[in-house]
């Protein structure tokens, strides 16, 4: 089973345009977490949330608990944005759940 | 800016050997973590460590995994007898309050 899933799974987008990702989980948390991976594989931590929204930059994620679901958005989307981005939380006992993550490519 | 450093970046060894992989995390974090992704799979949590002591572990982090943090900067994983399946990007991260940080990986290539 999947605790976290995100949407979609891969996302092919033109420079500037606005870009979603959705995350929705199934367990309990006390946090939620976006991540950035490169295609090197590092992975960069972009915001932990456990309640409401955080901007930064061109990047804002929100988050609704009642409905166990999280969104990351990129306004004014650049090539140098294109990277797998990662939705994890921390569910009961401090356990950590991923997602498959969603590939994205911003094209010139 | 700070980093969590990871050596080495990338370790050959073969079936039945132990491996010592090695973090440094940012000095002033509390929470130390060790992940693991297995190529074109999702990042698996393996372990969480506070307090000198293990505060979390996964189902995968069976008796053959250990963790130590041995003078109060390193951060280790010890993988006892590697097999074929623990192939995999092994990835340290620490944290304080909201401010969480990944290391950028080891690769471990099992033969």
């Known amino acids: 089973k999947n605790e976290v899933e995100q949407s979609p799974q891969n996302l092919t987008a033109q420079e500037g345009e606005f870009i979603t990702i959705n995350c929705s989980y199934s367990v309990g948390i006390s946090a939620l977490h976006w991540l950035q991976q490169h295609p090197g594989g590092g992975i960069v931590s972009l915001f932990m949330?456990?309640?409401g929204k955080k901007k930064h930059g061109r990047l804002i994620a929100t988050i609704n608990i009642q409905e166990k679901h999280s969104s990351l958005h990129i306004t004014a989307s650049h090539p140098r944005d294109s990277a797998v981005y990662i939705c994890a939380v921390r569910g009961p006992g401090n356990q950590f759940y991923f997602g498959t993550g969603t590939s994205l490519t911003v094209i010139p | 800016e700070p980093e969590v450093t990871q050596t080495p970046s990338h370790q050959v060894t073969q079936m039945g050997q132990e491996v010592i992989l090695r973090c440094v995390p940012i000095?002033?974090?509390?929470?130390f973590y060790w992940y693991r992704q297995i190529l074109g799979q999702k990042v698996e949590f393996l372990v969480s460590?506070?307090?000198?002591?293990?505060?979390?572990k996964s189902e995968i982090f069976d008796d053959q995994f250990s963790v130590e943090r041995p003078d109060g900067s390193n951060f280790t994983l010890k993988i006892r007898s590697t097999k074929l399946e623990d192939s995999a990007m092994y990835f340290c991260?620490?944290?304080?309050?909201?401010?969480?940080?990944f290391g950028s990986g080891t690769r471990l290539t099992v033969v």
């Open positions: 949330l456990s309640s």
């Open positions: 991260a620490s944290s304080v309050g909201s401010g969480y940080t």
């Open positions: 460590f506070y307090n000198n002591e293990i505060s979390e």
């Open positions: 000095s002033n974090h509390l929470y």
